[in-house]
Structures are given as C-alpha cells and as structure tokens.
C-alpha cells in the first residue's frame, strides 16, 4: 500500500454539521440526477464497524452520493493534498474526513523529480545534476513512509474501536472506464489488520457506482451494496503468509466490487457495449413495455446494460467471429449517420409507429407548453448555462466534469435566482418577487424537457428533409439500422436459450 494517514477522526459535534451537508448534498443530488437508487442499503448495518470500498468513476460526486443514501456517518480516506487549502481542509475535517499522504505526494519525492526533470532538459549541466543528487531521498524516508502505513492502520483501527464507518476507494483514483480497475491492497490490509484483534465484528462490504450518463444532466446513478465479504476466511492464510493472505482478500473484494457495477473486462469489449447499448437498448425498454407491461419506473435500466455485458462476453468466448459481424455491421451504419449527418434517434423515430392519440397529445401539450417554456428558458438560462460553460472549459478530465458542473450549479442557481427576485421585488414589490421565485424551478423543469424535445425534433425533421431530397439514402440508412437490429434480436435470442434463467 502506497498510503498513509496523520490521524483519526475525533468524535465531536461536527456530526451535526455533517448531517446539515448530507441534506443539502441530497437536495443538489435530487436537482442534478433524475433519478437515484440505491440497492441493498439495508446490508450496511445501523451501527458497529463497517469498511466500504468503492469504485471511483465519478470523483467528489461519488462520495456526496454514498453519503446521501447512508443513514449513518462515512468517514473518507482522502487524498492529502486536499488538505492544502486552510480553508478546504476545515471543510474536510469536519465532515469526518481522513487525510491520506500518497506516495507521488511526498515533498521530498516531488523534489527529486522536479530536479531530475531539469537535468533531463538540454543544456542542463553539472549544477543540476547536483541540484537532483544533493535533493535525494534521504536514507530515513522508507522508515518513514512505514510510519505513515502504521498510522493509517492506527487511524481506520481507532475509528472501527469506536463503532464507526469509513469508505476507501481501492482503485486509487477516479477514472472513466466502464469497469473496475485493479484495486491496491490497501483495504484488504487494514481489514486483516482489524480482524485479528476483534475477530467477527468488521463488516468489508463492496459498493458499486453507476452511471447512466455521467456528463449529463437528469441522468440516472445507481448506488448498489454487496453481500458483506467474510474477512476471517482469510485470516488463516493472513498469519501463515500474510502477503498471499492479503492478495485473496483484495482479489475478493475486486470480483464484489466488480459484481455490483456495469463492469467490462477489456476495453475492446466496452466499445463493443456501448455501440450495441445505443442502438438496442430502447428496443429492449420497447419490448418490456409492450411485450411485460412494465411502467418506466419498473424498469431497471442497469440490469439491462448488465445484461448486454454478460452477453457480449458470452459471445466474445464462444463466438468471436459472430461479434466481429456484429461490430462490422454497427460500425457501418454509423459511417451512413456520420455521412448523411443524421442521428440514429431520427431513423428510429422514423420505423417507431407511435399511436395518433399520442402523438396529438404531444402536439397539443408542445403548444401549450410553449409560453412556459420562452418563460422559464428566459429566466433560467444563465443558472442553467454557466455551470455547463465553465465545466467545459476547465474540466481537465471526464470524470471532473460532472463535479465542476455540480458545485458550479450550486452557486449559480442561488446567486442569479436571488438577483432575478431582487430586481422583481424592486420593480414589482415583495408579493410578485414572491410569486416570481416559486415558479423559478417549476418553469425551470418545464423549460429543460421543452429544450430537448426541441432538440429530438430538429433531429427529426433533418432526416425528414433527407427523406425529401435523397429517398435513396433514407432508405439505405432504415434498412441497414433494420438488418443491425435483426442481427441483434437474433444474438438475443441465442443467448437467453444457451443461458436459460437469464432475463431482462
């Protein structure tokens, strides 16, 4: 493990200040996410000791999600280098937050590297040579990097003696791929290190994170809980060889954490996914609706991709070359969208059959609906596009993208709403600055579900011009996205046969 902690959590007041964060964290989380579930809350028990270890795909948003569906305090492993900021670090600590120093965190570390990279630059002579030798590590910084792994056990044993709960992040860091990568062996050690003093009483339980969209606004998130791993079985293999002892832990707690998350082995296959997920998973919904009667809320939109997993998987083993068609295929009919400038949602649209009762109750709700909307897009634009603007530009990664939209949104909706009632309540008087804020978030709601149907329909109506002026192309695109779906319902097919008891 290449992490250490200054010190435990100290049970004080700051519970109350932690319990006033989660609700307005849960509020923000309500407003930001169309929908929230979390699967098997109840496995993580009231009280007692308990290690979560969760997969990281969504960096601080991860965390305020894990903490909004607990009833009880999470205390986090953070990274030191948070703690720089006086101001942040205050924050933290009160939250119950546990300060981490990673190795690449090292000052004298960083140091040397500075050093080495001025003498690895051209022209750079003896003195910067100097320079690195004379800021090598000093003889005592592996004694105290083993002073820094006993505290960080001290701190997370202190904290489970007091019947509390802390959440790791295995993987190390927060990234973008579509499984879990390969977690460090820090929790199974601090697990071990507790169950050999206090046999039975931790609880490890693995937590799965996924995202529907993790860019978009009003997505989906599920936050699922496994099974609780059995730390003793591995105490025998701890005390007679505690490295191995400690890699069956992690490999253990890798395949939990991974059975609780939309996971793909390689990356090759994530594409595979995510192309047959765009194209096949609203034929699926379709099917649950229709075929099941399922109401949208009863169905679980992560089983299905999930599903999709195991079954390209399945494939991938037995049937390689039924794959590689299979991708072929899809990567052909997406080459006619990019080369006829079309979205796959219009060509669906174009083979759906929707009744007319629904399509005149859009066409009338669309029209009515169209003042609110001009209202509620005037109002609501600035709080709604500075946060995506400034998540665009300084987002230096994916996965910091939905965070810096998040707090962005955070300050941006409170301070242009208070201006906007402001400037009501000086022009209007205090009763229409009243009526003007309630109907911010509800005009605001209206506004946003107007704006995309206006976007599918402007994807409609593109290929409805297309239709017009190149017949032939539409229906080369209609009857390639056709043979891909056959190819797939056929896939489906076999696969639910070949694995009977599976569904979706």
Known sequence: MTTTVAEAPAASGS????????????????????????????????????????????????????????????????TAALFR?????????????????????????????????????????????????????????????????????????????????????????????????????????????????HPGELRLIPVGLSFEARKSFRGRVLVSFGEPIPIAAYVAAYHADATKGVEALTTAIQWAMEAQVVHVDRIEAAEVVRAVEELYRGELIRELREERGLADRQIDLFRLSRTIVDAVQYFKAREPKRVERIWQRIQGYRALLRAYRVKDEAVQARLGHSPIRRRLRRTG?????????????????????????????????????ATTRLLASIVAFPLFWGL?????????GRGWAALFALSLPLTGVVAYHYFRG????????????????????????????????????????????ATRGSSF
């Open 15 to 78: 519970d109350r200040f932690y319990v006033a964060v989660r609700l307005i964290a849960r509020f923000w989380l309500w407003f930001f996410f169309k929908r929230v579930d979390a699967r098997h809350s109840e496995r993580v028990p009231e009280r007692g000791p308990v290690l979560l270890c969760i997969n990281h795909p969504n960096n601080l948003i991860d965390s305020l999600l894990v903490g909004a569906v607990l009833t009880r305090k999470a205390h986090y492993l953070a």
């Open 365 to 401: 709700g669309a029209i009515a609906g169209f003042p609110v909307f001009v209202y509620g897009a005037a109002v609501n634009a600035l709080p709604y596009f500075v946060p995506r603007w400034l998540a665009r530009a300084t987002a230096r990664k994916e996965t910091d993208y």
């Open 85 to 197: 900021n006086p101001l942040l670090a205050c924050f933290l600590a009160a939250c119950g937050a546990i300060p981490v120093y990673r190795r690449q965190d090292d000052p004298d570390k960083m140091a040397v590297r500075a050093a080495g990279r001025a003498a690895a630059r051209p022209g750079a002579g003896a003195p910067a040579r100097e320079a690195s030798e004379s800021n090598s590590p000093p003889a005592p910084e592996a004694s105290r990097r083993a002073d820094r792994n006993a505290d960080v056990f001290a701190a997370c044993h202190r904290a489970f003696a007091e019947g509390r709960l802390i959440a790791i992040y295995p993987e190390g860091t927060t990234h973008a791929e579509a499984r879990v990568q390969r977690i460090r062996t820090g929790a199974a050690r601090i697990a071990l290190g507790y169950e050999v003093d």
């Open 420 to 428: 906007e009632v402001g400037l009501v309540a000086r022009l209007a």
């Open 454 to 497: 206006l976007g599918r329909l402007r994807r409609v109506l593109r290929f409805g011009v297309l239709a017009l002026t190149r017949d032939q192309a539409a229906r080369e695109l209609i009857a390639e996205r056709r043979a891909v779906i056959a190819e797939l319902d056929r896939a489906k097919t076999d696969y639910l046969t």
